[in-house]
Each structure stands twice: as C-alpha cells, then as structure tokens.
C-alpha cells in the first residue's frame, strides 16, 4: 500500500525494493522546501530513497495535505546561470531562496528559485555588489558546485567589447571559439595527485546544441543576434591597450572579455553544456575613438536587460532537462567526471 501511495506522489524511476534506492525521483506535487528543524513530522514514511549520496525523506504532516520533503545535503537542480557584469539579480525567478554548497575549493552562495516549471540555480559571477575583480573569481568553485548540486546546463551571460564593426552596441553574440589570454588562472580540476590528468577536446568549446537553441529564441524575439564568435579572453582587471586590440584582431579575435576562461573550459571537464550570451557594451580601445568607462558598460546593461531577461527565459523554456549532449560524456575514455 504504501508504495502505491508513494508512487501517486512520485515518479520512481529505477526504484529497487530491496535496497530502498532509486537513480531518480521526481516530485509529483506542489510543494515548499523546508528544513528539519522546522517540521514536526506526525509520521515518517517507512522509506529512504537515496539519490547521488543524498538521502531524501518523505514526510507525512498531521496538519497540512501536500507533502515536504527535506534533502541531507544538496537541491538537485539541472539549469544554472551564471550572471556576468550587470546581471546579478535572479529576477526572473520566483521561490527564490538562498543556498551555499561547501567544495573542495570553498564554500559557493548563491540562489535557487523556479521559473517555468523547472528549477534553476543562479551565481553572480563577480558577487552581488561586484565585488569580485574577474582574476579573483574562484572559478573551480563555482562550477563544482553547480556541477554538485546536479546541473547539467549552465547558461553564462557577460558583457564584452568589440573588435568588429558589424557587432554594435547591445547586439547579443553567441560565442563559438575563445583565444585565452589569461595569465594566472587555474583552468584544470586535474592537476595531477589523486584526479590525475586530462586532455580535454576542446574543438567546439561551446554547447553547439544550446547555442542553437538560443540562436533561434533571439531570432524570433527579433534581437540583434550573431550566431557565432571568438572571444579573446584577457586578466583584467584593467581594459585593454590599442595595441593589444589591434593583436587580438589579427588574431581573429571578435570580442574581448575577462571571465570566459577558465570557466568555459571548467565547464567541459564537468561535463556540462555550457553557453555563453555576449553583450556588446562597448568597442574595445582603439576602436571607440574614447576612453573606456565601466559606467558606459553599465549603461549598455541596463537599456539591454530586458531582451536579456527574454533570450533567457525563453531559452529555458526549451531545455529539455533530460535530453543527452556530447558535452556530458567529455571525459568517457577518462571514467567520467567524478566528484
């Protein structure tokens, strides 16, 4: 009787009676999320469902008919964001609450909240004050955590300058390719020790199957949109020369940012689709004829926030959260990507 219950309320895929385990468990109903010290459960259900290392349980409450659950550990989420300059305010989420995951390079705040029927995790990249300079960026962290809690999609926004005259100001790119200009950034989980090491493919960076996803919602949001680019990605925290510029684009460089990388090569080793939404907020130094502001950047942000809103939420919409990518399977010949 009690599994029938059980399964009314729940999708049990894979469940084993004898052991009590199931790879996946889906919440039927609607539901708050709350913590054990405040619940006063009339009756636990004879059930333990364990799910990645976390164990989830059911709860029956004397004085109110839906069910909550409660999980040791982490929310499993599938969608993260990761918020660029400007972007540091989850809005289009609702349910939003506040989250930290402890990794093995630091403890991660961020927020958790639901947006069209599906649960999203969102970071502000430089904090949510700006406060973190893009060399200063714990990276390793950010994406573990995301990658822990069970995200397997990470849309990243930033905003960037350009290289190209035909990439204007507030037109939205879809970065393809990144020349790495870094100089003091860790771009590995594996580094030797016990993780070993990895040479991971990188000849399409980007997920090709979220990139074309967010190439048709802009298109037919009617956003000025460029399907593909190369993001030379620079230290920071200052701006660029005229000179470095006039390089990068010889190089074949189309915009110019300071946060891509590591985090797009971090996310390949996590096996994880990762996209990048570049925002032109600028010309790059050289090219605009001034000198650069960071109010300018902000100013761009600002007048460009809702259509970003947009191209996100709607992108979302078409994510199917158990669809199965290349990305995800990155590291196979090294067993997987093991947390």
Known sequence: MFLKWLESHFFLLGYNPVNHTCPRVIVKDFFNISGPSKLKAYHIAKCIVKYKGNIIFLYFIESISFLIYFIVGDILIKIGIIGGTGVYDPSILINVRHVETKTPYGMVSYKVGDFAGKSIAFIPRHGSKHSIAPHLINYRANIWALKKIGVSTILATAAVGSLHLPMKLGDFVLVDQF??????????????????????????????????????????????????????????????????????????????????????????????????????????????????????????????TENLKTLLMDTIKLIDIEADCSCQHALAEYGGFKI
Do not use: W
């Not at 090491?197 to 956003?223: E, F, I």
């Not at 593909?228 to 010889?250: D, H, L, N, W």
């Open 179 to 304: 020349i790495d200009f870094t100089k003091n950034r860790v771009t590995t989980f594996h580094d030797g020790g016990e993780r070993g090491v990895v040479h991971v493919d990188l000849t399409n960076p980007y997920c090709t199957s979220l990139r074309d996803k967010l190439l048709v919602v802009a298109q037919n949001s009617g956003l000025a949109v460029h399907s593909q680019g190369t993001y030379v990605c620079t230290e920071g925290p200052r701006f660029e020369t005229p000179a470095e510029i006039a390089m990068f684009s010889k190089l074949g460089g189309h915009l110019v940012g300071m946060t891509s990388v590591p985090e797009v090569v971090l996310a390949r080793e996590a096996e994880m689709c990762y996209a990048t939404i570049a925002m032109v907020t600028n010309f790059a130094a050289g090219i605009s004829g001034v000198p650069l502001t960071y109010g300018e950047v902000m100013k761009i942000m600002k007048q460009n």
